[in-house]
């Protein structure tokens, strides 16, 4: 049977996650008809290179596990692509060329690592950041021809490259030197690594206020960055110019975070805000008149970009509705061929109030039938991650079983202002569920949910949530689905890579062996004998975020009381890039779930009208 022929008598929930995708395509800076973006058109997804001149298109990588990082060199003559082995995100920076070629390493000399940021400059240089359990963070400037790798920064802390300048005279660094891994401060250096400015909101581990690096003006001669700050309780864009010393604010008044990249020229930014699960984009000209709207649908852009031209590129998608590249001239930009994803339903927003402030969260239920539902908790990751009015092929799935969909943005989550994104400390996790138990009341008291049918389930941190969920509220909970979950804190926390020790140790307060009662509180395995409900896991063998022995070892606790649970473990990182590997994930937990929740109760009328 062929792919096409499989997709369209395949259900409607398949079909979404076979459907062919793609990504918003980058584009050389210098040599803009030069395009790479990511597909799965071959069933897995690789990265892909697009000539606009001529409309060719070719795949520039084809690996088992797939590869969706990669960028173009300014020039647009090179791919640089990252190899990892079988998703277990440690590698090193291959080179091809556009039309196609041998791959080679891109900085020879190099040794593998996790990635922490690339720049590459319009003479070749590259500037690479690395970061290993045993060193921390280094960043190395290859200057291009073999002609030397020199190291201008080390940290133990979490740092990353964030841009080269356009004339590759300044590359700006984020760093957390002052041990704070959830707000970065700026360091602008030159190439021989000798510091020419910093911007430090943190005030040296202080305050909790983070910075960010959006870009140098993409302009000859002009040292302006663009950077993100939290100075007035959100993100939000500013202009820094490290050489002459001046910060410039942007009135760019919108609730909620917003976020900015350059126009091409360099004379007006592409404003990205993001507000209450939907986004939307502005165009703002620094000391000109107000932001001028950039239509879109009402819904979600993943991601844009503005063209030499002044047109604006993006990504957009609802949770009824597929994702499509579109342009502000109204055109498709990239539609591959094949069958499109059948529509979803369209999610509504419910309020609620919970111990932190009011809570938001996401529902969708089936078109037809009347609740109470049997009802899936689909609990994001990140934490700092939020759930949005876009298109999911996971969520939609449930809905064609029968199934409310509920999604919490519960405090940890970003889009809702600092304040509910550093509400997270110390008690992490149990501060999530108590938003999430706030709006399984709701659910359940306003006759969406049946409460003897209600499933916890999420992957990474969301997988995390569902274990520490199923523990600390057992009764609450008929069943547990977790992908890819912390399960065992102490362990995962010495197993995982560096850059997510430093995230544990700003939001527990410290190591295990510093604050080993936070650990104990925060870990599922701690909760693992109140466990009542049946619990389905999903791991990667590969996994570097979330790494499976911790999880093995909640696995042989369940197993040692007998408590009905299934374990799948797959090889790969942490999630899979393979189309068929994620529909046998999704249909795994379908099926587990189908199995072992219980009959929906009659309800006494019901009962008589039988009779």
């Not at 393979?578 to 009962?607: C, M, N, W, Y």
Request: aromatic content about 8%; hydrophobic content about 35%; overall charge negative.
């Amino acid at each position: 049977m062929s792919d096409t022929q499989n997709a369209s008598t395949s259900p409607d929930w398949e079909q979404r996650f076979r459907a062919p995708r793609v990504s918003l395509p980058d584009w050389a800076e210098d040599a803009p008809e030069r395009s790479l973006f990511v597909s799965n058109a071959t069933g897995t997804y690789e990265l892909y290179t697009w000539d606009r001149s001529t409309g060719q298109q070719r795949q520039v990588t084809d690996r088992p596990n797939g590869t969706t990082d990669g960028t173009l060199t300014p020039d647009g003559s090179e791919i640089w692509w990252f190899s990892d082995k079988d998703g277990d995100e440690f590698g090193i920076w291959m080179r091809q060329p556009f039309g196609g070629g041998e791959d080679v390493p891109a900085v020879p000399g190099l040794e593998p690592s996790y990635p922490a940021g690339l720049a590459i400059g319009r003479d070749g240089t590259a500037v690479v950041g690395r970061s290993t359990d045993e060193d921390g963070t280094t960043i190395h400037l290859a200057r291009p021809g073999g002609a030397g790798i020199v190291e201008i920064y080390r940290h133990r802390e979490s740092a990353g490259v964030g841009d080269l300048s356009h004339d590759g005279s300044l590359i700006a660094l984020e760093h957390t030197e002052h041990g704070d891994a959830m707000h970065s401060a700026l360091r602008v250096v030159r190439p021989d690594g000798s510091t020419v400015a910093e911007l430090d909101d943190t005030e040296g581990g202080t305050k909790e206020l983070g910075l960010a690096v959006m870009g140098f003006a993409p302009v000859a001669g002009d040292t302006r960055l663009l950077i993100g700050h939290q100075r007035r309780g959100r993100w939000e864009p500013m202009i820094w110019d490290p050489v002459a010393g001046t910060e410039t604010e942007l009135e760019i008044d919108l609730p909620g975070d917003v976020g900015a990249q350059w126009y091409p020229d360099g004379s007006a930014i592409l404003v990205e805000h993001d507000f209450e699960a939907r986004s939307e984009l502005w165009r703002h000209e620094p000391g000109g008149p107000e932001p001028v709207r950039v239509e879109t649908p009402a819904g979600s852009v993943s991601g844009a970009t503005a063209r030499p031209d002044g047109t604006v590129e993006y990504l957009w998608s609802s949770a009824a509705l597929p994702p499509v590249v579109r342009s502000t001239t109204g055109a498709v930009v990239l539609d591959p061929p094949g069958p499109k994803a059948p529509s979803s339903v369209p999610v509504r927003d419910v309020w609620v109030d919970g111990p932190g402030g009011r809570v938001h969260a996401l529902v969708q239920t089936p078109a037809s039938g009347e609740g109470p539902f049997p009802t899936i908790f689909e609990i994001h990751g990140g934490p700092t991650w939020h759930d949005s009015d876009a298109f999911a092929s996971g969520p939609a799935a449930w809905v064609d079983h029968g199934f409310a969909v509920v999604r919490v943005n519960y405090r940890g989550s970003t889009g809702y202002g600092r304040a509910w994104t550093d509400a997270l400390k110390h008690r992490v996790g149990l501060i999530e569920l108590e938003d999430i138990a706030a709006v399984r009341e709701w659910a359940v008291g306003s006759g969406l949910a049946d409460p003897d049918r209600l499933i916890l389930a999420g992957g990474s941190w969301g997988g995390y949530l569902t274990l520490l969920g199923l523990g600390t509220q057992p009764d609450a909970w008929a069943l547990g689905l977790a992908a890819v979950p912390v399960a065992d804190y102490v362990t995962a926390y010495h197993d995982e890579m560096e850059a997510l020790k430093a995230m544990d140790r700003t939001l527990l307060g410290g190591t295990p062996e510093e604050v080993p009662e936070r650990f104990e509180a925060s870990s599922p395995l701690t909760y693992v004998d109140a466990v009542r409900a049946p619990v389905y896991i999903s791991a990667g063998v590969n996994d570097p975020r979330c790494p499976i022995r911790q999880v093995e070892n909640y696995v042989d606790r369940l197993k040692a009381r007998g408590a009905v649970h299934e374990v799948y473990r797959y090889d790969a990182g942490h999630g899979s890039l393979v189309v068929e590997e994620r529909i046998k994930q999704v249909g795994l937990e379908l099926d587990f779930a189908l199995r072992h929740l219980p009959e929906a109760r009659k309800s006494e009328a019901d009962t008589a009208a039988h009779a």
